[in-house]
């Protein structure tokens, strides 16, 4: 249902009106400002952009406002696309690597209705990509921006419930409590058993979470050409990695950080360097594994139809 925006009072003088309608962002014939935030919002929000990118991995508080989405799914990464998006750019949109799933459909049409900016399935023609939980496989340049919705972006908190013991921790980097962690999986496991949410180390200062993505993505940070932003709306913070930035996933010189590796390759188009969802086919517990990022297993299945 659409929430109809405030406009001027119709009782300013014309002038008075014609400016604020400009200030705001307003069209004659527009019911909303332009993606939905008024304009004093967008500033704000680029404003904590501008300082996350100075200082790469750092977690900057911003004002969150209320969005047409319950916190805790995607209200962060929803606001910076919103304080991002021209006229010009186009638009995609993925949850857990999949352009087709509900919550990815919900946001690309959310922006094509409150902005009418060009929204794309193709890594490669977005110039801005709103993400849930992935990263897409094909490398993305240093013309686009990936905007990832974060639900907790303090890696720290599933040790340390203080925010201001967290704080402090950054201030003075001591991370051991980080590397305890891995270390009990070793000791227990034999290996480190985290998946996703695998921690990293930014710019060789600040420990950072790179959002529940699985940890066959984490290598995609590093020195990746396009800007990354993690918007976190329920925790009202946004931290960014720049391009080029050093991006090192925690490890030990004995136990080196590895990626998932899978016997198997895609079902539908063959690749073997992709990540891959399993899917149960019948009760007789039949298995296939298709690609996670659905336009990346759409192009090459499209190359090998043409080839």
Same mark, same amino acid.
């Given at each position: 249902?659409?929430?109809?925006?405030?406009?001027?009072?119709?009782?300013?003088?014309?002038?008075?009106?014609?400016?604020?309608?400009?200030? !705001?962002?307003? %069209? =004659?014939?527009?019911?909303?400002?332009?993606?939905?935030? +008024?304009?004093? $919002?967008?500033?704000?929000?680029? #404003?904590?952009?501008?300082?996350?990118?100075?200082?790469?991995?750092?977690?900057?508080?911003?004002?969150?406002?209320?969005?047409?989405?319950?916190p805790g799914w995607?209200?962060?990464?929803?606001?910076?696309?919103?304080?991002? !998006?021209?006229? %010009? =750019?186009?638009?995609?949109?993925?949850?857990?690597?999949? +352009?087709?799933? $509900?919550?990815?459909?919900?946001? #690309?049409?959310?922006?094509?209705?409150?902005?009418?900016?060009?929204?794309?399935?193709?890594?490669?023609?977005?110039?801005i990509i709103q993400?849930?939980?992935?990263?897409?496989?094909?490398?993305?340049?240093?013309?686009?921006?990936?905007?990832?919705?974060?639900?907790?972006?303090?890696?720290?908190?599933?040790?340390?419930?203080?925010?201001?013991?967290?704080?402090?921790?950054?201030?003075?980097?001591?991370?051991?409590?980080?590397?305890?962690?891995?270390?009990?999986?070793?000791?227990?496991?034999?290996?480190?058993?985290?998946?996703?949410?695998?921690?990293?180390?930014?710019?060789?200062?600040?420990?950072?979470?790179?959002?529940?993505?699985?940890?066959?993505?984490?290598?995609?940070?590093?020195?990746?050409?396009?800007?990354?932003?993690?918007?976190?709306?329920?925790?009202?913070?946004?931290?960014?990695?720049?391009?080029?930035?050093?991006?090192?996933?925690?490890?030990?010189?004995?136990?080196?950080?590895?990626?998932?590796?899978?016997?198997?390759?895609?079902?539908?188009?063959?690749?073997?360097?992709?990540?891959?969802?399993?899917?149960?086919?019948?009760?007789?517990?039949?298995?296939?594994?298709?690609?996670?990022?659905?336009?990346?297993?759409?192009?090459?299945?499209?190359?090998?139809?043409?080839?």
């Open positions: 249902m659409q929430t109809p925006a405030s406009n001027p009072s119709p009782g300013w003088p014309r002038s008075w009106r014609r400016r604020v309608e400009t200030d !705001l962002a307003f %069209d =004659d014939d527009d019911v909303y400002s332009f993606a939905y935030l +008024d304009e004093m $919002t967008k500033r704000m929000i680029r #404003r904590a952009i501008l300082k996350a990118v100075a200082v790469p991995g750092y977690q900057v508080p911003f004002g969150s406002r209320e969005m047409p989405l319950p995607g209200t962060g990464g929803l606001q910076v696309t919103a304080s991002l !998006l021209g006229r %010009d =750019d186009r638009l995609k949109v993925i949850d857990q690597g999949a +352009d087709d799933t $509900t919550n990815a459909v919900s946001i #690309r049409r959310f922006f094509a209705e409150v902005s009418g900016v060009a929204t794309t399935e193709r890594t490669g023609e977005a110039t993400t849930r939980h992935r990263i897409p496989e094909r490398a993305l340049t240093e013309d686009q921006i990936i905007v990832f919705q974060q639900p907790q972006p303090e890696p720290l908190r599933r040790f340390i419930t203080e925010e201001a013991v967290a704080r402090k921790i950054h201030a003075f980097a001591r991370y051991g409590v980080m590397y305890v962690r891995l270390y009990e999986d070793i000791s227990r496991l034999g290996h480190i058993a985290m998946s996703s949410d695998y921690p990293v180390v930014v710019n060789g200062r600040y420990l950072a979470s790179p959002s529940p993505i699985p940890k066959f993505d984490n290598p995609k940070l590093h020195r990746s050409r396009a800007l990354a932003l993690f918007g976190a709306g329920r925790e009202r913070r946004i931290h960014a990695i720049p391009p080029f930035t050093e991006v090192k996933s925690l490890d030990f010189a004995d136990y080196p950080f590895t990626v998932q590796r899978f016997e198997a390759c895609c079902s539908a188009c063959g690749a073997q360097d992709s990540y891959l969802d399993e899917i149960l086919l019948d009760d007789g517990g039949r298995r296939a594994f298709v690609c996670s990022d659905t336009a990346y297993c759409a192009e090459r299945r499209g190359e090998r139809t043409e080839s």
